[in-house]
């Protein structure tokens, strides 16, 4: 059974850091890229970063390159996000997901249909 677990979200002041955690099991992790993607109330599904760890590959959508980073660690099958200089628009449930790691992945980073498995999401609320 494939699945993936979020951890690490809560309330943090505008400035401040969180890192989140993304635990996989039920697949080869070395063959799927894994993406971070967050839901505001109201607001579409929105793709964040995505890291292709057997390819060596990350990418950081625009609304948050500098500010956050994307790592795994292989021998915990486990993907990080660390999140500097917050903002109140950074307020989202976060999901992570896990595709087939592809040449359409790679180019479609932060598009939801490209990702097979999702987590249950973890709430990040920042305040102001």
């Known amino acids: 059974e494939v699945q993936l677990v979020e951890s690490g979200g809560g309330l943090v002041q505008a400035g401040g850091s969180l890192r989140l955690s993304c635990v996989a099991s039920g697949f080869t992790f070395d063959d799927y890229a894994i993406g971070w993607f967050r839901q505001a109330p109201g607001k579409e599904r929105e793709g964040v970063s995505c890291?292709?760890?057997?390819?060596?590959?990350?990418y950081h959508a625009d609304s948050v390159k500098g500010r956050f980073t994307i790592s795994s660690d292989n021998a915990k099958n486990t993907v990080y996000l660390q999140m500097n200089s917050l903002k109140p628009e950074d307020t989202a449930v976060y999901y992570c997901?896990?595709?087939?790691?592809?040449?359409?992945?790679?180019?479609?980073?932060?598009?939801?249909?490209?990702?097979?498995?999702w987590g249950q999401g973890t709430q990040v609320t920042v305040s102001s």
């Open positions: 997901a896990a595709g087939e790691a592809s040449l359409s992945v790679v180019a479609n980073f932060d598009q939801a249909y490209e990702y097979d498995y």
């Open positions: 890291i292709s760890s057997g390819a060596g590959i990350t």
